[in-house]
């Protein structure tokens, strides 16, 4: 079956606050590993990096390896790469996009795109030794197919994951998209079916509270069109807690939520916003309540801050948010920015080819204070590659 994705890379009383970037501050950037080119150590980084204590980075790429249906890849400190697994399509499943997700035991828990028994994508389990498995391949009906992103656990070892398409209603020819949960065992449980009304395409993972509700955003459908904030009870019930108008409120996200201690949820949208500067906006960076009550914190403005961020952003120890946007800046390659819990936004790094390209992946954030993140193309062999962001 063809792919059907969208590019990863597609109210309330809003108040918008179009606060201007900060001055660019002189952060070192550095490439620890630029893929070769040839696809033979992997090709178009784009899942986020995971860390174990050693200082090790683990991720995916989407294409690359024998079969160019992409990798689990590892990177030493000393700059090494070595390719852990090589995905076939089949059985095993290709084109993994989102971050690995690790358990106690070393094992680690990918979803891949395409592939798996009935082509409709798989999620697979790696075991420290190399040797994989499929925990479960999706069957493109009402079970979703096409499951994309990270995944996340619960402490019985269940599974949270997202199928961009597939369940029990049509959108666009094809289903609106799934929540779904696995079992250590592999046993699919379809936690909700999207319909057009509550949002449709789910690109982003979910994430949790400590009453088991579920977190997640739609990257189309709604009142509007321009996509959903959601939650997930854990009886099923699902709860639009925004619906996006696009204009200057913000339009399509493909990035997740990011919840603080006092149930705010913080995320980004690709495009709209209000700034002319980008065809459809230039995406923003919003905080809701919970009671579903929404405020931009930051409308982008394409050459000076970044334009389309598409992943979700991340927290630091000091408070402050890290995140990517996908293009904009001085050569509209992408850039790293650092932004207050008020909305004021410093660029860290704007790209411009040699350094990379497209930066589609969450940061990875250690106790140094150091950032690694991937962009998915450029680079010495515009092949994409690893960076490390000293701020």
Do not use: W
């Not at 590993?33 to 989407?62: H, R």
């Not at 403005?301 to 598409?310: E, L």
């Amino acid at each position: 079956m063809k792919s059907r994705l969208f590019k990863a890379a597609m109210l309330g009383s809003a108040v918008a606050l179009a606060l201007s970037a900060g001055t660019a501050q002189a952060a070192k950037y550095k490439v620890l590993y630029d893929f070769i080119g040839n696809g033979s150590d992997g090709l178009d980084p784009q899942g986020g990096l995971i860390s174990d204590k050693a200082g090790n980075l683990f991720g995916v790429t989407v294409y690359g390896g024998p079969s160019d249906k992409g990798t689990i890849f590892e990177i030493r400190p000393d700059g090494s790469e070595t390719r852990l697994h090589d995905f076939t399509s089949t059985p095993d499943g290709g084109l993994p996009r989102g971050r690995l997700l690790p358990d106690k035991a070393g094992n680690f828990y990918a979803t891949a795109t395409i592939g798996g028994a009935a082509g409709d994508g798989a999620v697979i389990k790696l075991a420290p030794d190399g040797t994989e498995s499929v925990l479960y391949s999706f069957q493109g009906g009402s079970d979703g197919f096409e499951p994309i992103g990270d995944m996340i656990s619960d402490g019985q070892g269940n599974l949270y994951g997202v199928a961009i398409a597939g369940g029990d209603f049509t959108c666009l020819q094809t289903g609106c998209g799934v929540v779904f949960k696995l079992t250590p065992d592999g046993t699919e449980t379809v936690l909700h079916a999207f319909s057009f009304s509550e949002g449709f395409y789910p690109i982003a993972a979910v994430i949790a509270d400590k009453a088991g509700n579920l977190y997640g955003t739609t990257s189309g459908g709604g009142a509007y069109g321009f996509g959903t904030a959601y939650r997930l009870a854990p009886d099923g019930t699902l709860s639009v807690l925004h619906a996006f108008a696009g204009g200057t409120d913000g339009a399509n996200p493909s990035a997740g939520l990011l919840l603080d201690k006092k149930g705010n949820l913080y995320g980004a949208t690709e495009f709209g916003g209000g700034n002319t500067g980008c065809d459809g906006g230039c995406g923003t960076i919003f905080r809701l309540t919970p009671d579903g009550t929404e405020t931009l914190l930051h409308v982008f403005a394409g050459k000076t801050d970044g334009s389309a961020p598409v992943v979700s952003l991340v927290q630091g120890p000091d408070g402050d948010f890290y995140g990517t946007a996908s293009a904009g800046g001085v050569k509209n390659f992408g850039t790293v920015f650092r932004m207050k819990a008020r909305g004021r936004m410093t660029l860290l790094h704007s790209f411009r080819g040699k350094d990379g390209k497209s930066p589609n992946a969450e940061l990875l954030l250690d106790k140094k204070g150091r950032i690694f993140g991937s962009a998915y193309y450029g680079g010495p062999s515009k092949s994409g590659l690893v960076f490390e962001l000293k701020p």
